[in-house]
T-cell receptor, first 114, second 114 residues
């Protein structure tokens, strides 16, 4: 089944403890992206990647890192999480950036930083 | 800069009524793409439609229809004969050809009451 897989689905962590949210797609998509969703703010882009080893900042990149060493994987790294990073995170991919089929999203990761 | 406005934060209608979700966008680019996504209570994001700026034809898919009007910079979404399963948050989004980012509106939460 074609999909974007995010793990974990839920995560509670403490301030300052490094964590990684994994994202993997099995559709050979070139474009991948991370978003965070907060009440009243909609979806905001954190980082995106047009292809392997190519990443760029979105609108809210502070406090996050990403890497794209392989086409299928695009992990989101929080080196020192803070409570303001408590949010619902989505990974998305598409064959090309402006693809006619839009983006395929993962199921989301609900992160709580205490 | 690009912007997407979904002025309706929350809408409630009784089942079988028609409902229109508004989306107004801002861009100075001539080549751009508009999207609608659905987020049901289960939380996943589902792609509904993509429209490019050169195609102003309205689109109909079952009970769903989209009205794209460049003259008013709007890309509105109408659900005919609404059903309880249509209850969700709906996001409108915009991307432009010369940029790698996609901008989401803040979403409209739609309640279909039985």
């Amino acid at each position: 089944e074609a999909q974007v897989t995010q793990n974990p689905r839920y995560l509670i962590t403490v301030t300052g403890k490094k964590l990684t949210v994994t994202c993997s797609q099995n559709m050979n998509h070139e474009y991948m992206s991370w978003y965070r969703q907060d009440p009243g703010l909609g979806l905001r882009q954190i980082y995106y990647s047009m292809n392997v080893e190519v990443t760029d900042k979105g609108d809210v990149p502070e406090g996050y890192k990403v890497s794209r060493k392989e086409k299928r994987n695009f992990p989101l790294i929080l080196e020192s999480p803070s409570p303001n990073q408590t949010s619902l995170y989505f990974c998305a991919s598409s064959l090309t950036f402006h693809g006619t089929m839009g983006y395929t999203f993962g199921s989301g990761t609900r992160l709580t930083v205490v | 800069a690009q912007k997407v406005t979904q002025a309706q934060t929350e809408i409630s209608v009784v089942e079988k009524e028609d409902v229109t979700l508004d989306c107004v966008y801002e861009t100075r680019d001539t080549t751009y793409y508009l999207f609608w996504y659905k987020q049901p209570p289960s939380g996943e994001l589902v792609f509904l439609i993509r429209r490019n700026s050169f195609d102003e034809q309205n689109e109909i898919s079952g009970r769903y229809s989209w009205n794209f009007q460049k003259s008013t910079s709007s890309f509105n979404f109408t659900i005919t004969a609404s059903q309880v399963v249509d209850s969700a948050v709906y996001f409108c989004a915009l991307s432009v050809d010369r940029d790698d980012k996609i901008i989401f509106g803040k979403g409209t939460r739609l309640h279909i009451l039985p």
